[in-house]
């Protein structure tokens, strides 16, 4: 993600900020790239503090325009837990913006979200036909926990979660092209086997016994959809890693050159590349506190095939070419 500057003095701006140091209100218009000083602001600004613009006085922004269903506000912590999804939620959509994704000039569908509150029964997540389901209660952080380790996951965090699921709708949208799914199966086998039989199989019986030499995590290894799905969300992972370190003024021999964009980056060898090599530095610093690996997740030579197949597509995707 990249750091903004200030349009009203010094200084520069986060991606999630609603006002700068000295107090000016400032909002985030997607299509510029860029903060403004002006209304008209998001209507969801006050009740979960999204700090994008609106198309008018009144009117959600293009990110909370795509919420359909909201989460039940009577359940305990739904409102905070909400702004929280909301603000992950943004911060995909940026990211994919960058490769053309759901912006005005993208002729293809937008992803529906229905953000919903747990009660006693967890909510599933997932995707069907555009619609993406996500649990707001995922942002507590003992949930959260609570889960990852019964799954075996070494990562677990709501961006990682709209990363998941919006990669199905990817899959979806780019599966309506008549030149997507041969070369899809090719790489990522024949999606068209049972799904609940496998997602059962894996479940009962986990991950085969050598899945880290052809899948990111062992969850990949369930069906060609999950594959695909993981395989996505670490491309963004490793993308959007390399862009901040680039954005924050990081340096390393890595950097092919001074303004640097990986989004812009056609080459998707090199990509990954340098965003592997720079992950294993940023795993090292996070050791020196007693932390854990940013990226805890080892590249096998058929991962990093996936990751380019993916690059590919979702670089050019998003407007047909």
């Not at 009203?8 to 299509?31: E, H, I, K, R």
């Not at 403004?36 to 009117?59: L, Q, T, Y």
């Not at 889960?147 to 949208?173: D, F, K």
């Not at 609940?196 to 069906?223: C, I």
Request: net charge negative.
């Amino acid at each position: 993600m990249r750091v903004f500057s200030n349009p009203v003095g010094a200084g520069s701006l986060w991606f999630d900020n609603l006002a700068t140091a000295g107090g000016t209100p400032v909002a985030y218009d997607p299509q510029a790239r860029a903060f403004v000083p002006m209304p008209p602001f998001c209507a969801n600004r006050e009740i979960i503090g999204c700090n994008w613009i609106a198309p008018e006085e009144g009117a959600f922004c293009r990110s909370c325009a795509m919420t359909a269903l909201a989460p039940d506000t009577s359940i305990a912590n739904a409102i905070p837990n909400w702004a929280q999804t909301e603000a992950a939620k943004r911060w995909v959509l940026d990211n994919l913006g960058r490769w053309h994704w759901f912006r005005p000039e993208d002729p293809g569908s937008r992803p529906v979200f229905h953000m919903l509150a747990e009660g006693p029964t967890p909510v599933p997540m997932g995707h069907v036909e555009g619609v993406v389901t996500i649990s707001v209660a995922e942002m507590d952080p003992v949930l959260r926990t609570t889960r990852r380790e019964a799954l075996q996951e070494p990562y677990r965090t709501m961006i990682g979660h709209m990363r998941h699921e919006i990669s199905h709708m990817l899959w979806w949208r780019l599966s309506l092209r008549d030149d997507f799914l041969d070369a899809f199966r090719a790489e990522f086998g024949d999606e068209r086997i049972d799904y609940r039989a496998s997602l059962e199989y894996y479940f009962q019986n986990g991950a085969p016994a050598d899945w880290k030499q052809y899948y990111l995590t062992r969850y990949a290894s369930a069906h060609p959809h999950e594959d695909w799905a993981e395989t996505a969300a670490h491309l963004l992972h490793l993308t959007d890693i390399t862009d901040s370190f680039v954005a924050t003024g990081l340096s390393s021999p890595q950097i092919p050159y001074a303004g640097w964009d990986p989004y812009s980056e056609p080459d998707s060898d090199r990509l990954i590349r340098i965003a592997a090599t720079l992950i294993v530095g940023v795993n090292h610093v996070n050791r020196s506190m007693g932390l854990s690996d940013l990226y805890p997740f080892v590249l096998s030579d058929h991962a990093r095939h996936k990751l380019a197949f993916v690059h590919d597509w979702l670089r050019r995707g998003a407007q047909g070419l």
